[in-house]
């Protein structure tokens, strides 16, 4: 068998082996079957958060109350949110945050209108938008 064919095959059978193996990962058990170490472990983090920053413990208890009152789907669309945003570049975050900023307030209509308007945009166009529309600072932004 030439080389291109036999690498070919290779991959193919490993991905075969190795599919069962990725697809069936291992049921986590609920939280009520969690040890209590499993469980301290967990929330350690926010516990440790909590403790260090008394200013933002009425901002964690909103959203911790806002998260609680989520649908699946909407808590899905949250996940995304995040994972896109700390893969974003620190001017990418500014830009995110003048946008949403500025379409905090608007109606569906004249959302869309700006994302369009948005898109349309060249980069320079888009840096001197965000210049003249910057968003609050976190003092100033609503929580």
């Not at 806002?66 to 995304?80: F, L, T, V």
């Not at 003249?132 to 100033?140: F, H, L, M």
Request: proline share 9%.
């Amino acid at each position: 068998m030439n080389r291109p064919i036999r690498l070919t095959f290779l991959t193919l059978l490993a991905a075969a082996l190795c599919a069962p193996a990725l697809a069936s990962e291992p049921a986590m058990p609920e939280w009520d079957q969690l040890s209590a170490e499993t469980r301290a472990t967990l929330i350690a983090p926010i516990r440790d958060r909590w403790n260090s920053q008394p200013a933002g413990r009425e901002r964690m208890l909103q959203r911790a109350q806002r998260w609680s009152e989520m649908s699946p789907e909407q808590r899905g669309n949250a996940h995304h949110g995040m994972d896109r945003w700390q893969h974003m570049s620190p001017a990418q975050r500014t830009e995110a945050r003048a946008l949403y900023s500025k379409m905090r307030g608007m109606d569906p209509g004249a959302r869309k209108a700006l994302r369009d308007q948005w898109r349309a945009m060249t980069p320079d166009q888009r840096k001197a938008w965000v210049q003249a529309n910057p968003a609050p600072e976190d003092g100033d932004r609503p929580h």
